[in-house]
């Protein structure tokens, strides 16, 4: 249901149709950020999966990862500004992790993604003014890459979609498999 998937999806021109899973995620999972994310949007696959009869089924779920440790999403000013002095001039992670199920065959597989992002050295004002947009709130890791954010970073190195929630060049490869082209 993210939009940003919606409209990296849309690119390819698909048909599709956008189904909210009732999936509920748990963070405090004591595995690995790519396991965690594979086992995210398995789990999201798999509860609208069970409901459709005939339908090729993506899901698909998304990680900011810092020295190990995941970072959620800041739901207020200072958890955000937290996150982003804590990111301010380092690299991290985004791992996204998809799942395909073709919902009348049953076969399925789960693929994670890892873009290694650079943020530049953030000034306390920086920060504030961000902040202050209110753009970081809700984002994992409190910046959006596709938004204001691209200004705090400095350079990427992988696919830029994953980052902003969906590899759609690894996505392509593996729809392949299901017999889905998208070119």
Same mark, same amino acid.
């Given at each position: 249901?993210?939009?940003?998937?919606?409209?990296?999806?849309?690119?390819?021109?698909?048909?599709?149709?956008?189904?909210?899973?009732?999936?509920?995620?748990?963070?405090?999972?004591?595995?690995?950020?790519?396991?965690?994310?594979?086992?995210?949007?398995?789990?999201?696959?798999? %509860?609208?999966?069970?409901?459709?009869?005939?339908?090729?089924?993506? %899901?698909?779920?998304?990680? #900011?990862?810092?020295?190990?440790?995941?970072?959620?999403?800041?739901?207020?000013?200072? &958890?955000?500004?937290?996150?982003?002095?804590?990111?301010?001039?380092?690299?991290?992670?985004? #791992?996204?992790?998809?799942?395909?199920?073709?919902?009348?065959?049953?076969?399925?597989?789960?693929? %994670?993604?890892?873009?290694?992002?650079?943020?530049?050295?953030?000034?306390?004002?920086?920060?504030?003014?961000?902040?202050?947009?209110?753009?970081?709130?809700?984002?994992?890791? %409190?910046?959006? #890459? &596709?938004?204001?954010?691209?200004?705090?970073?400095?350079? #990427?190195?992988?696919?830029?979609?994953?980052?902003?929630?969906?590899?759609?060049?690894?996505?392509?490869?593996?729809?392949?498999?299901?017999?889905?082209?998208?070119?």
């Amino acid at each position: 249901a993210s939009p940003r998937r919606k409209e990296i999806l849309k690119k390819t021109g698909l048909k599709f149709s956008v189904i909210r899973s009732d999936y509920e995620e748990d963070m405090a999972l004591k595995l690995k950020p790519r396991v965690l994310a594979a086992h995210l949007s398995l789990g999201k696959a798999e %509860a609208v999966a069970v409901k459709q009869k005939n339908a090729i089924v993506i %899901a698909a779920d998304t990680l #900011i990862v810092y020295k190990g440790k995941v970072l959620g999403k800041p739901h207020t000013s200072a &958890q955000a500004r937290r996150m982003l002095k804590e990111l301010s001039g380092k690299v991290h992670s985004v #791992i996204t992790s998809f799942t395909i199920i073709d919902a009348a065959q049953g076969k399925k597989v789960s693929k %994670a993604v890892e873009t290694r992002v650079f943020l530049k050295k953030l000034t306390e004002r920086e920060i504030a003014r961000y902040v202050k947009t209110k753009e970081p709130l809700d984002k994992a890791g %409190a910046y959006a #890459i &596709q938004g204001l954010g691209a200004m705090l970073v400095k350079k #990427i190195e992988g696919d830029y979609l994953n980052v902003m929630g969906l590899p759609l060049y690894a996505l392509a490869r593996e729809l392949k498999r299901f017999r889905v082209r998208v070119l």
